[in-house]
């Protein structure tokens, strides 16, 4: 990846982020992240992974409503880059941080109930 497009990754997701957290209330949605932004070596196409956090069912309504204001999205992108085609934008789902703290879980259940040993 070129310098140029980790910098516009960078502007990107801390764009994208700005723009969710004006279009969405934490008390209703949960907390959202852009864990990481990837562009085309073009720069016409972000792939933009999102943290969720919170239960199954808000995550897949709070998607839902990421897709619904997709355009909007990129539309305040567009108004704050320099950039001569504004990045459409894709959503993906980053489950890594949810997959660590189930380890986590699992590690912590194991440290505290170590099993017995027959001799």
């Known amino acids: 990846m070129s310098v140029r497009t980790e ?3 960078s502007l990107v997701k801390e764009l994208l982020s700005e723009s969710i957290q004006r279009r969405f209330r934490m008390e209703e949605v949960g907390l959202i992240t852009v864990t990481d932004v990837r562009m085309s070596p073009d720069l ?12 199954a069912e808000k995550k897949k309504q709070t ?5 619904a204001e997709k355009a909007g999205m990129r539309s305040d992108l567009g108004h704050n880059m ?4 504004t990045p459409s934008l894709s959503f993906f789902l980053d489950e890594s941080l949810d997959y660590a703290m189930r380890i986590e879980d699992l590690l912590n259940k194991i ?3 170590p099993p017995s ?3």
């Open 111 to 113: 440290h505290k109930d």
């Open 7 to 9: 910098r516009v990754a």
């Open 82 to 85: 320099n950039l001569k085609f």
């Open 44 to 55: 016409k196409i972000a792939k933009a992974y999102i943290s969720i956090f919170g239960p």
């Open 117 to 119: 040993e027959d001799k």
């Open 63 to 67: 998607f839902a409503r990421l897709e």
